[in-house]
């Protein structure tokens, strides 16, 4: 299938409808100064709506922050314009500095440098290592 | 941690098959305690039987940890739970520094946890830390080079309570399953009530009578960890006449003034669940009352003279419990401690 908008980089499709901006900032990616395309509310065949995110030159992008923000994400990674593989967001057990914490309580509200830790429970949820706290957007 | 648990586990004596549930002390060996899911049920049950050998062989541990110091970091004042982690080392030849509460602005002046306890593990053997807010003791855990015991942590966890808990129930009951217990009182915010539902979950075959007004009712998370045990069950009522009769152990908690928002939903709530002779005279003669203490008025003075009330026995059970856990994870043997366990085969 031949590609529009990028021709090296990587499609981050499926993305849940309306959240395309809350996933570039948590991949850290800087939408004034990146090439990238954004689809929003578009039709989807599995989901109703979707976002698709295209982004030129994503060879230095983390995307371990998909597996918590967009776990029913496709990630198509495009060469020459053509995509050369598809792959779904990994779910690491443990995020380190990817997501705070929102629990006022938390000792990471207080303690100076602490890393924010989570880990996925056995019931597929992100917890605060600290205070188990559910992840939040 | 199951890390540090795999890297001893070649250690373990070969008796252990003889005794599965004898897990060395080794293995717990310079580790810290910040949540009793940190450990297996059986090193869980070897601290209750050290606590248990402890108290009949005090003079036999009284050199445990000669030459070790303890610090206690409070960073909220716990003047009970701070005396019992003392007089625990104390007992077992160590000694003690520490700060709390007043002391604590002039002590850290806004010190990290991380910095405070890289420069304690320069002092002390071991820590026991108390701190407002959740999480505090695994920051601590991680910044330390020496164990770190959860002394509470902002209502999040408080492992030696459960641990203490426990002890009392077996003292008094002579084992932990095949138990009816009722919980009483602050269901909802009480976490002592939490973490010792959790543990008893872990270890099986407990029907749970909880006990509360609407108000305070026990959380979806806690009953639906009952439900996962196989073999635990409960019910839940705001009468406690009508079930007094079932249960071995009576968990009677203190109504938190603080979880209220007017004066009159507490004074209403607090005067709900008083426990008194009268109530008591429906009560198996073998029932144990247990209480975190302190107690505001949820238990009558006149009940402190009846043989079912085990909680000022807890308080010595607490003590005994640190003086096992701190020597364990110091790695200290118990003099004589094997010699039990011979016996006991
Ligand atoms: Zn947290």
Redesign the interface.
């Known amino acids: 299938m031949k590609v529009t908008s990028i021709v090296d980089g990587i499609i981050i499709d499926h993305v849940q409808s309306g959240t395309a901006l809350k996933v570039l900032h948590y991949l850290h990616v800087d939408p004034t100064s990146t090439r990238l395309a954004l689809i929003m509310n578009t039709d989807s065949h599995k989901y109703g709506r979707k976002d698709i995110i295209k982004i030129e030159e994503s060879d230095d992008l983390d995307l371990t922050a998909l597996g918590f923000i967009a776990p029913q994400a496709t990630v198509d990674m495009v060469r020459q314009g053509h995509i050369v593989s598809k792959h779904k967001p990994d779910r690491p057990v443990h995020l380190v500095n990817v997501i705070s914490c929102v ?1 006022p ?10 890393d924010q830790c989570f880990h996925l429970d056995d019931s597929g949820v992100y917890r ?5 706290e559910k992840a939040e957007l | 941690m199951s890390e540090q648990f795999d890297r001893h586990s070649g250690e373990v004596p070969s008796t252990d098959s003889v005794f599965p549930n004898h897990v060395s002390s080794r293995s717990l060996q310079g580790r810290s305690l910040v949540t009793l899911d940190d450990i297996s049920l059986p090193q869980i049950k070897d601290l209750l039987d050290r606590a248990a050998y402890i108290d009949s062989h005090r003079r036999e541990v009284a050199h445990t940890c000669d030459g070790r110091v303890l610090a206690t970091l409070f960073y909220e004042p716990s003047t009970r739970t701070r005396l019992s982690f003392e007089t625990a080392m104390l007992r077992l030849g160590g000694q003690v520094i520490g700060f709390a509460g007043a002391q604590l602005a002039s002590v850290s002046k806004g010190e990290s946890i991380s910095d405070t306890l890289k420069t304690v593990s320069n002092y002390a053997d071991i820590v026991a830390m108390r701190h407002p807010k959740e999480g505090a003791a695994l920051v601590a855990s991680r910044a330390a080079s020496v164990p770190v015991i959860n002394a509470g942590d902002g209502g999040h966890m408080h492992p030696t309570q459960t641990l203490t808990d426990l002890a009392t129930i077996r003292a008094r009951k002579g084992r932990l399953t095949n138990l009816t217990i009722g919980m009483c009182g602050d269901l909802t915010f009480g976490r002592t009530v939490h973490s010792l539902i959790s543990t008893l979950c872990r270890l099986g075959q407990v029907d749970f009578v909880l006990i509360s007004p609407d108000e305070l009712k026990t959380p979806e998370y806690i009953l639906e960890r009952i439900d996962a045990s196989p073999t635990c069950t409960y019910r839940e009522t705001s009468d406690l006449g009508e079930v007094i009769g079932d249960l071995d152990i009576l968990y009677m908690t203190r109504v938190q003034k603080e979880r209220f928002f007017n004066e009159d939903d507490y004074l209403r709530l607090r005067d709900t669940y008083i426990l008194d002779e009268e109530k008591l005279k429906a009560a198996r003669p073998d029932m144990a009352i247990l209480h975190p203490l302190p107690r505001v008025n949820e238990i009558t003075a006149g009940v402190d003279q009846d043989p079912r009330a085990a909680y000022f026995e807890q308080v010595r059970n607490g003590m005994l419990v640190r003086m096992a856990l701190e020597s364990a994870l110091l790695g200290d043997e118990l003099p004589g401690y094997q010699v039990r366990k011979e016996v006991q085969a």
């Open positions: 629990n309580r938390c000792v990471t509200s207080v303690e100076r440098g602490a605060c290592d600290y205070c188990d």
